[in-house]
């Protein structure tokens, strides 16, 4: 039986979540799904469905809500996302991006079909459709409410210490992994336009922010 459900949306600190999961649950975990691994699954799918081998726990990628709903068992399939600042969350993407371009071995594929972007600027990369509302588009069909847990990069620590108690697992080593050391503070101009392109992902933020605070209200009371 599944566990846990966890949705990755890209550089929300994934990568070191998933590596705290492995340290708890060990072979258990899936790996660390990349979209076209998720979309691969689906395609190789009888009824285009994601479907996982037997014996897992836990399930952790680039999925979508909507992906990964008919997985869920009400009362003990617990979905779990990570979120952060969209504006930052951006910023960091168009970083990671940039970087796969100057470094085509991580990714040939997207590197081939995106070449001609390398040195893109931040908002014009923002300003791209497939680069907006992120967030948003990954948990369409949910509410805060239909998670058990939505952690908060900004408070990363915290967050895995309370969901480690909440969970009964051991002490875990928290590794910031993948971080771009690159990644430098928009300017006002481009956080208030970065707003304006995300601002579906804003309200989510704000709301899990809301449903963060009410946990931990519950919990000291």
Not at 125 to 133: G, K, T
């Amino acid at each position: 039986m599944i566990e846990l459900l966890s949705i990755h949306i890209p550089k929300t600190a994934g990568t070191s979540f998933h590596d705290i999961l492995v340290q708890v649950y060990g072979e258990a975990v899936s790996a660390s799904l990349k979209r076209r691994d998720v979309l691969a699954n689906e395609r190789e799918s009888p009824d285009g469905r994601l479907r996982f081998e037997h014996g897992l726990r836990v399930i952790h990628g680039h999925f979508k809500f909507r992906e990964i709903a008919h997985l869920r068992i009400p009362g003990e399939t617990r979905l779990i996302c990570w979120l952060r600042h969209p504006v930052l969350r951006v910023v960091s993407n168009w970083h990671f991006f940039q970087d796969g371009l100057r470094h085509p071995q991580r990714n040939p594929e997207q590197s081939r079909q995106n070449a001609h972007r390398q040195g893109e600027s931040l908002l014009t990369y923002a300003r791209e459709q497939e680069n907006r509302n992120r967030i948003s588009d990954f948990l369409a069909g949910a509410t805060p409410e239909d998670f058990f847990f939505i952690g908060i990069q900004e408070h990363f620590g915290e967050d895995i210490q309370r969901l480690g108690g909440m969970l009964g697992w051991p002490e875990v080593q928290v590794r910031d992994l993948n971080k771009n050391s690159r990644v430098s503070d928009p300017s006002p101009e481009e956080w208030a336009e970065i707003s304006r392109l995300n601002s579906d992902d804003l309200v989510w933020y704000e709301q899990a922010l809301q449903w963060r605070t009410r946990k931990i209200k519950r919990v000291e009371s």
